[in-house]
Structure formats: C-alpha cells, structure tokens
C-alpha cells in the first residue's frame, strides 16, 4: 500500500467514521443546552449534566472495554458499543423527561466510552511503519473537522426543535454496517488465559516510556481543556470584551490549527524524531501563552489560538502512534483504552485547577500557571520519553 494512497484506504475510511461518531454527541449538543435548559425549565448546571453524564462512564469502562477487545476481538466490541450509542441518542429525542434523557445520555456514554481506543488501535492493528504515523495524524485531522463542524450542525438543527439533534445519532446505525461488512483484515490473536494476560498488560504498561505517554496525553489535555477551552472564553471577555458569538469564532482558529498539524505530522516525522516533536509541542505552548497575553486586539489573538491548535495537532497523534507502537498487538486494545482513561481525566482536571487559580489569583496567573506546566512537561518528555530516530524506521510488531 502506497502513503501517498493512504488516505482513502477502505479501512482507514471505516475508522474515520468511527471518529466522527466518538466527538459527536458532546460537540453537537453543547451549542443546544441553552434552549434545553429553556425548553426543559431547568436551570443551566442541570442543562450542563447532559455533558458530565456523557463523558463520565468513559473514566472506568474505557479500559475495560479495551481488555474486552483484545480479549473478543475489536469488532465484537466496537458493533454492540455503536448500537448502544445509536439507540440511547435517538430514544433521547423522543423524550421529554429530563432524569430520563441523564440515564439514556449516561448509558449513551458508556457505548462511545470505546470508540477513541479502539479506532487508534485498529489503526496499530492494520498500519506499521510511516503509514501509522500518517494514519493517526489523518485520523486526528478529521477528529478535528468534526469538532469544528458539529456546533455549527447542532444549533441549525436544532432551529427545527431542541431535541432534534439528538436524532443525529442515528449515524451511528450506518456505521455499524460499515464495521460489520466492511472492515476487514486479520485482528491479533487473543491470549487466552485472562490472569496472565492482565499480567502481562500490567508489567508492560509500567513501564517507563508507557507510563511517559501517558503523563504526556495527561498534560496535553489539562493545557487543551483548562486553558484554551476553559480558561481563553473568559480571559477573551474580559480583555476584549467579546461576546459568546466573536469568541466562538475566535476559538475556532485551534480546531484549524489542530488540522493542519496532525495532517502534516506525516511530513514533519520523516525531518524530525517523534521525541522531538512532542518536546516541540509542549515548547510551543509556553510561547503561545506568552504572544495570547501581548495580543492588543482580539483579531490578532487569532494568531496564538492558532498555533495553540498546531501544538495539539502534532502532538496527540503522535503519542498515540507511539503507545501503538510499543505495545504488543495483542494488548493494543488495553493500552490504547488507559490513554482514553487518561484522556477524560484531563479534561476534568485541567478545567477544575484553571478555574481554581482565575477565581482567587487573576488571568495573569492562569497563563504563568500554563506556562510553568508546560516547560515542566517539556523537561520531563526530554529525560523520560524513548528517543526512535525516526517514524519510518519503525517496523511493525
């Protein structure tokens, strides 16, 4: 198979799809919770459930249910977990019970809790080499298209009524198909024997270029949820004094940013180790946050937002290449659902601590915070993380 071709594998296309479902239901239904909360007559902490319940079961079931796949197989995962998600989506359109609609979005979440492991970990399960790392940068490079599109999909469609955009689950249902009939190549042989398969999984996770990685995805996803998406709204108001609408387009520029670097990431692996490019990354966030607070104008502050989601876009791809790298075929699915685990903790932990230091130090600290943790990750990547000169002498495993 041909890099040059790379993109429109079948399987490759089939994993695409898969992404797309993983990032709708928070992305879509997000811009909707106003009119939710308005439609419901429910104040706007319990609107903002309809997220925490989403994303929660995903903390504990991720790695299960990547044991699970190494265990039965990926498909026989992935088919039933798409299913779940499907018909909970859709069955919340259909309500008008707001603790109803929580349990249907909660067991919602616990079918999507596998889709961001387990389409890494096909993706180390059919591509080796530098068409791994070409296939983790596209795959990151249409996760971004989605989370860049679905807000602007869910409030259009939810012009027809609030609960429409639960609807769009059922795209989920053709997906299924498309797993079943479609993605085809041989999947690992499973280990029997489930003692010694946890085990194993858990001596080889310890290890200290795993444990690393998963430091590294931690960092990247406190700095992407507790400063960009958590922290710039505000600091954007309150420097700018721009409304809801300017600053969505003004955060926008990340999602941009991301696809242009995970798309080139391919380009950039085969000048530059992935060591150096996850040390690039977690520099390039720190001179970020600097150039966000000199910004005079909320047109030019585009420019650090941008490059922000370049940082992210050569960086997450690239962890998660490596994490496929280094573990066994027939653990893949294991170590890619911790990464997930990691992932989600991230997401709440960024947001929680930046929240913490605006409230009783100011901005300023918030962005000096960012920056302290940033250099700090960049030292630790340099002593900790295993240098491979180069993704194209990666050989498959």
């Not at 018909?87 to 109803?100: V, W």
């Not at 639960?166 to 085809?184: N, Q």
């Not at 709204?233 to 670097?261: C, D, R, V």
């Not at 962890?319 to 790298?325: A, E, K, L, M």
Request: with cysteine.
């Amino acid at each position: 198979m041909k890099t040059d071709n790379l993109f429109f594998n079948k399987n490759l296309q089939i994993v695409f799809s898969v992404t797309l479902i993983a990032v709708m239901e928070v992305a879509i239904i997000t811009p909707v919770l106003p009119k939710i909360a308005e439609a419901l007559s429910i104040t706007a902490d319990k609107a903002n459930l309809l997220i925490v319940v989403f994303t929660m079961p995903g903390i504990i079931l991720s790695p299960l249910l990547g044991i699970a796949a190494d265990r039965f197989g990926r498909k026989n995962v992935l088919v039933p977990t798409l299913l779940l998600f499907g018909i909970c989506g859709t069955l919340s359109g259909f309500t008008r019970d707001f603790t109803l609609i929580l349990i249907l979005r909660f067991f919602q979440g616990a079918g999507a809790a596998s889709f961001g492991a387990l389409n890494q970990t096909i993706i180390g399960d059919i591509f080796s080499g530098k068409e791994r790392v070409d296939a983790m940068g596209y795959n990151s490079s249409v996760l971004n298209i989605g989370t860049m599109m679905y807000p602007s999909i869910g409030g259009a469609v939810a012009l027809l009524g609030w609960h429409y955009p639960f609807f769009l689950s059922t795209l989920a249902f053709p997906v299924v198909l498309l797993v079943i009939f479609g993605l085809k190549y041989d999947e690992p042989v499973k280990n029997e024997n489930l003692g010694s398969y946890l085990k194993e999984s858990f001596k080889l996770m310890i290890k200290k270029e795993i444990l690393a990685l998963y430091i590294g995805t931690l960092a990247a996803f406190i700095l992407l949820y507790g400063i960009l998406l958590s922290f710039f709204p505000f600091y954007l108001q309150e420097k700018f004094n721009a409304n809801t609408m300017i600053i969505g387009m003004t955060m926008s520029a990340a999602s941009i940013g991301a696809i242009i670097g995970s798309f080139n990431l391919g380009r950039l692996s085969s000048k530059f180790s992935p060591k150096k490019l996850l040390i690039a990354a977690f520099l390039i966030y720190p001179i970020t946050l600097s150039l966000a607070y000199f910004m005079p104008t909320i047109v030019l502050f585009i420019i650090p937002i941008l490059i922000y989601g370049f940082a992210n876009g050569i960086l997450m791809p690239n962890v998660q290449t490596q994490i496929s790298i280094f573990a066994p075929a027939e653990y893949r699915g294991a170590f890619m659902s911790i990464n997930s685990s990691v992932l989600r903790l991230g997401q709440t932990v960024g947001p929680l601590f930046s929240g913490i230091i605006l409230a009783r130090c100011g901005s300023i600290y918030v962005l000096i915070a960012g920056i302290i943790f940033a250099l700090a990750i960049a030292l630790f990547t340099a002593y900790n993380v295993r240098d491979i000169e180069n993704f194209n002498d990666i050989k498959s495993r």
